[in-house]
């Protein structure tokens, strides 16, 4: 899912292109990717484009006479911009939006069509999109361990939950956490105040640093090839593969549809995570550190009797 450094560039992207010009039409290829009955989509053409921002993880272009359009991208949708009128094929294509100086398309490679389109007219009908999380570009120290101590969550949990932090999903948080040294199963009110700083500054780099690759890889082009995954990340996605900093095995829990990706020398003091259900599988199986890991041990190893054996 685009965070927040994706969802930057998709911004200047399109105010680059789009703020100043008509809308000339709205051509839904999915009629289920618009979620909203009023005002029809049809009421949107002609008008021009004021303004594109963010409110979450959610990209909002603002029409003339108050009107929004407001598009979550969710999992698998991604912005194109293509030549003028450009033909909407294919099964991924869900929407096209015409002007003069191009087509901007709306794709979802994915069977579970989950990306969706919200025409709204006035701000009162805009701010049901807001979820309260902050703005982490624009805070202080002190409003970040506000929102991060408001409930007593786990660090991984905490930072991708909109209601206290806007735009900020796995691939991220999982850079966070192994920047701040911090283990994503930590609960929020465990933290020291040395541990706070540390995770704000964190929060801050990771997010600058990234938003400002993706900037420059850019260039003055679309950003066309939006994705979760980085080489350069240091743990997102890199389960199994050496951390940049100690060289251990990065590990993972797989929960649902998420996994939460991590370095157990850098985060946990050499500890192995497990998810309940995997560690209901192994049972004694399961390593309990990094070295057990490494070195081919387990717990059922290491606690089992020794056999004789015989030749015969």
């Not at 003055?220 to 940049?244: L, W």
Request: glycine share 8%; proline share 5%; with cysteine.
């Amino acid at each position: 899912m685009p965070e927040l450094p994706d969802l930057t560039i998709y911004v200047e992207s399109l105010q680059s292109r789009i703020v100043g010009q008509r809308l000339e039409s709205i051509r839904l290829c999915n009629p289920f990717i618009l979620r909203t009955v009023e005002p029809p989509s049809s009421s949107a053409s002609g008008k021009i484009v004021k303004r594109v921002w963010r409110i979450g993880k959610r990209i909002v272009i603002e029409l003339e006479g108050q009107f929004y359009i407001v598009i979550h991208l969710m999992i698998a949708g991604r912005f194109h911009w293509k030549k003028p009128i450009a033909k909407a094929s294919g099964k991924v294509a869900h929407a096209a939006f015409d002007f003069a100086t191009g087509t901007l398309m709306l794709t979802e490679a994915s069977t579970k069509k989950r990306a969706s389109i919200h025409l709204v007219k006035g701000a009162p009908d805009l701010a049901q999109f807001e979820r309260g999380g902050l703005e982490l570009m624009d805070s202080s120290l002190e409003l970040f361990r506000e929102a991060l101590l408001r409930e007593n969550r786990t660090l991984k949990r905490a930072l991708i939950d909109p209601r206290l932090f806007s735009a900020v999903g796995n691939a991220y948080s999982d850079e966070i956490l192994h920047h701040a040294g911090l283990s994503p199963l930590k609960l929020t009110r465990q933290l020291t105040i040395e541990e706070i700083l540390r995770l704000y500054h964190s929060t801050l780099t990771i997010l600058n640093e990234w938003t400002e690759r993706l900037r420059k890889k850019a260039g003055t082009g679309f950003p066309e090839k939006v994705t979760a995954f980085h080489v350069e990340m240091a743990v997102h996605g890199r389960f199994g593969q050496p951390c940049p900093v100690c060289g251990s095995k990065v590990q993972r829990i797989v929960y649902a549809e998420n996994e939460c990706n991590y370095c157990p020398r850098c985060q946990t003091g050499g500890k192995m995570l497990s998810d309940r259900s995997l560690a209901r599988l192994l049972k004694d199986d399961w390593p309990k550190t990094i070295d057990e890991l490494e070195s081919g041990k387990s717990g059922s190893s290491r606690n089992a009797p020794s056999k004789q054996t015989t030749t015969g």
